[in-house]
């Protein structure tokens, strides 16, 4: 683990942390598409689901309600302390991303929905892996991430972020131990590119 980088992100996120509830703690606040392929994954999964890097809790907190298993776990403590209050009723816990209180093959589905977009391209394979040890094989892994033609830093309102191509994301989830089974692209007016990859683990 790089704790300079993980906790320049964590403090970026600290410090801005009530900001980031208002304005994106909340599932409504959210894109409709977004939305239904996330119900949709976390209802095929069938067992225990961890939110990597579940922010303000609320896709946590929106899916335990839905009746599935999940818990969050989260670095920035402001974001484990308001979900736990905002969110009585689920589990969270902080932790990184890069060494996940996780059991080996404990999980059935991993969601890691914007959590990567700060990793540093060199580091993200190691990340990707401890989610292949996470989960079982035959479980499912979800990833949100900002989509671009090549791999490219930019300047994220709360910290320096990563675009990633589709090809470049997939490539390395194959080498993690992972198969990638969707793909899912848009391009919003006034928004980056998006992608995500439903991915399964295999054996």
């Not at 959210?30 to 239904?36: A, E, K």
């Not at 993200?124 to 040890?133: G, N, V």
């Not at 589709?166 to 089974?181: K, N, P, Q």
């Amino acid at each position: 683990m790089n704790e300079d980088l993980d906790f320049g992100v964590r403090d970026s996120y600290e410090a801005r942390a009530d900001e980031y509830i208002d304005i994106l703690g909340d599932v409504e606040a959210m894109s409709q598409v977004d939305r239904q392929l996330i119900e949709d994954w976390a209802q095929s999964v069938r067992g225990c689901i961890v939110a990597a890097g579940s922010g303000p809790g609320h896709w946590t907190a929106h899916l335990q309600d839905l009746g599935v298993d999940i818990k969050g776990i989260d670095l920035v403590q402001a974001f484990i302390d308001s979900a736990r209050l905002r969110f009585p009723q689920v589990k969270f816990q902080q932790g990184s991303i890069d060494a996940l209180p996780i059991k080996k093959s404990e999980l059935t589905g991993l969601l890691a929905w914007y959590s990567v977009i700060h990793i540093e391209p060199n580091r993200l394979i190691s990340i990707l892996r401890e989610f292949a040890r996470c989960v079982a094989p035959g479980g499912s892994l979800l990833i949100g991430f900002f989509e671009g033609p090549k791999i490219e830093a930019f300047n994220h309102a709360v910290t320096t972020a990563y675009f990633w191509p589709v090809v470049e994301m997939s490539r390395l989830l194959d080498e993690s131990g992972f198969e990638t089974v969707e793909v899912h692209t848009r391009v919003d007016i006034g928004s980056r590119p998006h992608a995500a990859i439903i991915a399964k683990r295999t054996a």
